[in-house]
């Protein structure tokens, strides 16, 4: 069946970086454009960036630009967001999602982001 | 950025009734790329409707979406239990591929 696992959140200080990665399986991942969506605690979901199949092409919401860089590794069906100069208010559960219409969703890992 | 606004921000209904919950951009919604997910508690997101009305995977038939260009609707025929969460839109027609705020669908 289909899976997405994310993994790599923590506890991390503002001003530092951290990287999550989403396992994916159940499905030809390198044929699906992916996305990480954030939700912060008791708010709801906000995009924050996407991922063509290919990888030739990423866009970003403009409260991540310039930070976050997604990247995807199809050899090892993972989804990448490498997350530098956190702030207090990226702390939020985040999700790798599949593209919309596919509907595949992982259980989200939490950042938080505290001094 | 096209904004989404969810109405109402909390609906309060009985087990059996309809539910009609809006869902507004401010400007159109390309090739009606609208989806509609179910949010509960410690959960994540569940995809009902892509594309405005084509039911997801699984999603059963009192779920229905309708719609285009700028108002999109989601409809829960006979609402059962289990349907009572957090319900909410994204665009995906242009990036940033915005979510609306919400509706909290409550027990009445």
């Known amino acids: 069946q289909v899976q997405l696992v994310e993994s790599g959140g923590g506890v991390v200080q503002p001003g530092t970086s951290l990287r999550l990665s989403c396992a994916a399986s159940?499905?030809?991942?390198?044929?699906?454009?992916m996305h990480w969506v954030r939700q912060a605690p008791g708010k709801g979901l906000e995009w924050a960036a996407a991922?063509?199949?290919?990888?030739?092409?990423?866009t970003y919401a403009d409260s991540v630009k310039g930070r976050f860089t997604i990247s995807r590794d199809d050899s090892k069906n993972t989804l990448y967001l490498q997350m530098n100069s956190l702030r207090l208010e990226d702390t939020a559960v985040y999700y790798c999602?599949?593209?919309?219409?596919?509907?595949?969703w992982g259980q989200g890992t939490l950042v938080t982001v505290s001094s | 950025e096209i904004v989404l606004t969810q109405s109402p921000g909390t609906l309060s209904l009985s087990p059996g009734e309809r539910a009609t919950l809006s869902c507004r951009a401010s400007q159109s919604v390309s090739s009606s790329y609208l989806a509609w997910y179910q949010q509960k508690h410690g959960q994540a997101p569940r995809l009902l409707i892509y594309g405005a009305s084509s039911r997801a995977t699984g999603i059963p038939d009192r779920f229905s979406g309708s719609g285009s260009g700028t108002d999109f609707t989601l409809t829960i025929g006979r609402l059962e239990p289990e349907d009572f969460a957090v319900y909410y839109c994204q665009q995906y027609g242009s990036s940033p591929y915005t979510f609306g705020q919400g509706t909290k669908l409550e027990i009445k």
């Open positions: 999602a599949s593209q919309i219409a596919a509907g595949y």
């Open positions: 991922i063509s199949y290919d990888g030739r092409k990423t």
């Open positions: 159940g499905f030809t991942f390198s044929s699906y454009g």
